[in-house]
């Protein structure tokens, strides 16, 4: 009987190989090359990276950054480097064209996911990450306001408000959400968890009892979210 393991571990080596001799780093699965011995393959992977759009690479790039290899890790930190650079300039441009066009549904889209992104990512200091979210809670605003009410954006702008504990507009953006998704359970997800933090238990116990008195159907995670914060509450 075939080693099923051992198969796959030849033919990994295989690959390897005919890459290393072939010069053609896609052959290689690039969850494995931080794994291989072989310092020459890891860090031409990364030179590589450094010549093609190395966002997509950026998982790869952070841990390269800690490779026990020297050269590894200098390479990935070039690379990385160079696509904060890349990565600031976009953001920039973007920024001027969204302001010339701001009620644009596409410009708005393109900027406030490309503010998502880069919020989201490992690139950026603890500074730069509060100045690109009030922008990025600035565009969704705007979006919301001027263009239309998007129930995703409204999830990311209460969440940005609470996490900036400014619970008077996470009430309102919150009541917004349940008039224009009435049967969405998030809103009142978030008006518990509001109204749990500042802990008052009579419009905690309003909202319990809107949602109970609702026909919104509530599944495995809105089950759980409830009973999370029902249990929080019993306990105080």
Known sequence: MIDKENEYDRNISLLIREAELKNKKDLIPIEDALNLNDHSIKRNLVIEMLKEDSYKYLEFLLKALKDEDSETSHYAATAITQLKSKLTVAIQDMEVEYYKNSKNKEVSKE???????????????????????YSYKLALENYIRDIEDDENYLNELIKIYIDIKNYDKA???????????VQSYKPYMFLL????????????????????????????????????????????
Do not use: H, P, Q
């Open 111 to 133: 900027y406030i996911k490309a503010l998502k992104e880069c919020i989201d990512s490992n690139l950026i200091d603890k500074k730069e990450r509060t100045r690109l979210t």
């Open 171 to 181: 009430i309102i953006y919150s009541y917004k959400y349940m008039k224009k998704f």
């Open 193 to 236: 968890e509001v109204y749990y933090t500042l802990n008052d238990k009579k419009n905690f116990e309003k909202v319990i009892k809107s949602l109970r008195e609702s026909d919104i159907k509530l599944d495995k995670e809105g089950l759980d979210i409830l009973r999370f914060w029902i249990e929080g509450d019993n306990s105080v």
